[in-house]
């Protein structure tokens, strides 16, 4: 993450995240800090990066999930320069 966006709110945030230990828990809290837009924004990137990895095309992803070709776009460029996250999160979710 860059050092533009590492504060102690992100870092009490980031401990909030580690600290849950259930689905339930998880949904419990991101009900309570997101709204329901937010959440389907999270989930729909998340949905594009697994179909993004699985070699869809921008057009079929957009049309599957309802993304921008923007979206598709900027989850791909996450995926290929960025800090591994999605990465790491879909091979822990896979197995």
């Given at each position: 993450?860059s050092?533009?966006?590492?504060?102690?709110?992100?870092?009490?945030?980031?401990?909030?995240?580690?600290?849950?230990?259930?689905?339930?828990?998880?949904?419990?809290?991101?009900?309570?800090?997101?709204?329901v837009?937010?959440?389907?924004?999270?989930?729909?990137?998340?949905?594009?990066?697994?179909?993004?990895?699985?070699?869809?095309?921008?057009?079929?992803?957009?049309?599957?999930?309802?993304?921008?070709?923007?979206?598709?776009?900027?989850?791909?460029?996450?995926?290929?320069?960025?800090?591994?996250?999605?990465?790491?999160?879909?091979?822990?979710?896979?197995?």
């Open positions: 993450m050092k533009q966006v590492k504060d102690h709110e992100m870092d009490n945030l980031m401990d909030a995240f580690v600290s849950l230990k259930s689905r339930e828990e998880a949904y419990a809290f991101l009900e309570d800090i997101c709204t837009k937010e959440l389907e924004s999270l989930s729909q990137r998340l949905e594009v990066a697994m179909l993004l990895r699985d070699k869809i095309t921008y057009h079929d992803i957009a049309n599957k999930t309802g993304a921008s070709t923007t979206t598709v776009s900027r989850v791909n460029r996450a995926l290929n320069y960025g800090c591994d996250g999605y990465d790491m999160v879909l091979d822990r979710i896979k197995s």
